[in-house]
Antibody
Framework: QVHLVESGGGLVKPGGSLRLSCAASGFTFSDHYMSWVRQAPGKGLEWISYISGSGSTIFDADSVKGRFTVSRDNAENSLYLQMDSLRAEDTAVYYC??????????WGQGTTVIVSS | SYVLTQPPSVSAAPRQTARITCGGNNIDSYSVHWYQQKSGQAPVLVMSYNSDRPSGIPERFSGSNSGNTATLTIGRVEAGDEADYYCQVWVRTSDHSTVVFGGGTKLTVL
């Protein structure tokens, strides 16, 4: 069964850092683009970043460019999001999703990040 | 940047038809995907490539895309369809790609 499980969320002070992880199972991880999508409290979905199967292609949203870095370890079937210089407006539930041009067909349950002093 | 516009809310009585629109400049030149998000849950893909239903999605769900508007249609609405719905496109240029989500539409079943 295809499954994604995020971890690493928590409470962090403004300016701090956090690293999110996403463990994948049930599919050939290295064959697929993966994305991070976030959802601020009471708000809609916001795409953050995606990475190709090999890791050679990465695109980020302007809102996180230069602060967040997506990476993957295909040997470990894992996706990561390194978040630096965190701001209050980065407070959100962060989802990883198996992505393709046919849509984001598998989502994790999400991990919550709260940026507050 | 490309913008997708959805109505904040749509309502429908049980067994009626609900139509959720997604507006964008020449949106019919893009493939539109739709997601359903029930309260407290992760999104679920309910429509792919404008009108393709993923496995497990009821036939009551259909999609179309023409001109500047894409539409997700839910026939014979049920209480369990009450959720937020989001449209999404990939915007690709010669040197960059980005993903755009609409603002979301809350479907209320009366």
């Amino acid at each position: 069964q295809v499954h994604l499980v995020e971890s690493g969320g928590g409470l962090v002070k403004p300016g701090g850092s956090l690293r999110l992880s996403c463990a994948a199972s049930g599919f050939t991880f290295s064959d697929h683009y993966m994305s991070w999508v976030r959802q601020a409290p009471g708000k809609g979905l916001e795409w953050i970043s995606y990475i190709s199967g090999s890791g050679s292609t990465i695109f980020d949203a302007d809102s996180v460019k230069g602060r967040f870095t997506v990476s993957r370890d295909n040997a470990e079937n894992s996706l990561y999001l390194q978040m630096d210089s965190l701001r209050a407006e980065d407070t959100a539930v962060y989802y990883c999703a198996k992505s393709g041009f046919d849509g984001f067909d598998v989502w994790g349950q999400g991990t919550t990040v709260i940026v507050s002093s | 940047s490309y913008v997708l516009t959805q109505p904040p809310s749509v309502s429908a009585a049980p067994r009626q038809t609900a139509r959720i629109t997604c507006g964008g400049n020449n949106i019919d030149s893009y493939s539109v995907h739709w997601y359903q998000q029930k309260s407290g849950q992760a999104p679920v893909l309910v429509m792919s490539y404008n009108s393709d239903r993923p496995s497990g999605i009821p036939e009551r769900f259909s999609g179309s895309n023409s001109g500047n508007t894409a539409t997700l249609t839910i026939g014979r609405v049920e209480a369990g369809d009450e959720a937020d719905y989001y449209c999404q496109v990939w915007v690709r240029t010669s040197d960059h790609s980005t993903v755009v989500f609409g603002g979301g539409t809350k479907l209320t079943v009366l």
